[in-house]
């Protein structure tokens, strides 16, 4: 900082510590954590003032196999329309922060702000009741090699170069020349089939580590029917490459080594089997570009399709409402947001 001021006018240069709502907490001895604990207490300082009501404290953000899309209670007056789209902007924002948990439930119930009903306002007010209880949800900055990585055998890599021989990585002129030591990419993707039961849309999900630290997670519908698992899974296995591609580009923007395949980790095991060898004829026309698109980036080694149980998957935190005990360990043991008190960590002030 001392160095930029040389140059540039900057007011008050200081460890970081809040910004847009999110707390930094931590030192460069030892690891840094992203929270929302502040936007959480004033949003839901926001709701109960709003709503006259006090949150009660909730265990869990939807309940097990929750279907909101099956809500046929009275459709939300003017007023109470209006603070549901507000509700459902501070998750948006407290997911985008640090708390992963919650994309899910987030992401679902955002679907009905054109027309909320009453039953998806009170799912809202439940996930705020999820909040209230785990204020101290973190996401810890740690750039060491992945450690939940499931136990997996490492498959051989095959020729892809009959089919894909004009494929190659994008590769910029301008990147910097690389330094320092290359850091570790791994994704986890997932799908629920056929999710919403009156669409039958399908919903992806993924999430992207780099080292230890998770950076992206998404959870959204399926833009169009799939008729089957493997279609599903597939689809969101393209999410997933195409959020490799973006990763692998934007690291060598920063003069990061990435000369590695990134670990692309799903629990359905025909659409791994359909990315990594090269005999898999294509028989679903309807996911070809999906077919197509994962294929070629295996051919250029942008990632190494794996496969893994489904109980090591934490993407599947972000395609359903899960019973407590699953949710809980891939919160706390998986994705790295912890959501136990973090008292010796966060300052009391937050």
């Keep these: 900082m001392k160095a930029l001021q040389e140059i540039y ?9 809040y910004y847009l709502g999110a707390n930094y907490v931590g030192n460069v001895e030892s690891y840094w954590y992203i929270t929302a604990k502040q936007y959480i207490l004033e949003s839901i300082k926001h709701i109960e003032t709003r709503l006259n009501i006090t949150l009660r404290e909730e265990r869990m953000p939807m309940a097990t196999k929750d279907h909101p899309e099956e809500d046929c209670s009275p459709l939300l007056d003017s007023y109470h329309h209006r603070e549901y789209q507000a509700l459902i902007g501070m998750l948006q924002w407290v997911t985008t922060i640090s708390r992963a948990d919650v994309c899910y439930a987030t992401s679902s119930l955002s679907r009905f702000s054109a027309a909320p009903r009453e039953g998806h306002l009170s799912r809202v007010l439940r996930v705020g009741g999820y909040l209230k209880k785990y204020l101290n949800g973190a ?38 020349k690389p330094l320092g030591e290359e850091l570790d990419v791994n994704i986890f993707f997932d799908s629920d089939h056929a999710h919403d039961r009156k669409t039958g849309r399908s919903i992806s999900g993924i999430i992207v580590y780099l080292g230890n630290t998770p950076i992206i997670w998404k959870s959204r519908q399926q833009g169009a029917v799939q008729t089957s698992t493997y279609g599903a899974e597939l689809c969101a296995m393209r999410m997933a490459v195409a959020e490799a591609i973006s990763i692998c ?10 000369s590695s395949p990134t670990l692309t980790m799903g629990d359905n095991k025909g659409a791994i089997i359909t990315a990594i060898t090269p005999e898999c004829a294509l028989k679903k026309k309807h996911v070809a570009l999906s ?5 070629e980036q295996t051919a250029v080694g942008t990632i190494n399709p794996q496969k893994i149980e489904g109980r090591d998957n934490v993407a599947d935190l972000l395609t359903k409402a899960l019973d407590r005990n699953t949710f809980m360990t891939h ?19 937050l």
Excluded at 144 to 162: G, H, L, T, Y
Excluded at 291 to 295: C, D, K, P, Q
């Design 9 to 17: 006018t900057i007011k008050n240069p200081s460890i970081p510590d």
């Design 249 to 258: 580009f934007m690291l060598r923007s920063f003069g990061i080594c990435v």
């Design 139 to 176: 996401i810890r900055i740690d750039s060491s090699p992945f450690k939940r990585r499931p136990n997996i055998k490492q498959k051989e890599v095959f020729n892809f170069a009959d089919q894909y021989s004009y494929a190659v990585e994008e590769m910029d002129k301008s990147f910097p």
């Design 331 to 349: 919160t706390s043991k998986r994705l790295s947001v912890s959501t136990n008190p973090m008292e010796k960590i966060l300052p009391h002030h």
């Design 291 to 295: 077919y197509h698109f994962v294929r």
